[in-house]
């Protein structure tokens, strides 16, 4: 009975770009920016495809833009703050682990969330969230 084997490897392609500000705070920050906000870009980017295709328009087109550069400034912004909190945590601590992911994610999430002129429980809530999320994705890294 014959048989057949299917082998290869998808490798994501890595870009990495340095910006030495002289401060390793303000690198940090400025390189979780960098990153995120060039993946809320990319998606909304992608989640407009599909409409700038169906019905390509000069309109259409400045809205997708538009749309970019607002979820790639917000997210971007959103990350900075993030890494930023979590470094500042860190060198206030003394320590590198899950706890500085914790309060760095609180932080930021109460922090978003006062910029978005929430009121105090929305806040609340979004801090816990933040932390939550931060800690689960400090865990899952160190799974692998």
Known sequence: MPSSMFSGSLSAPSVNVTIDTGNPFLNQTVDGFLKIGTVAATRAVAEDTFTAIKRLSQECLEHALKRMCKEGAYWGSAAGVYVGMEYGVGRIRGSRDWKNAMIG???????????????????VTNAFTGGAIATASVFLNNLT
Do not use: P, Q, Y
């Not at 109460?110 to 929430?118: I, K, T």
């Open 105 to 123: 994610g609180a932080l930021t999430g109460a922090l978003v969330s006062a910029v978005s002129n929430n009121n105090k429980d929305r806040i």
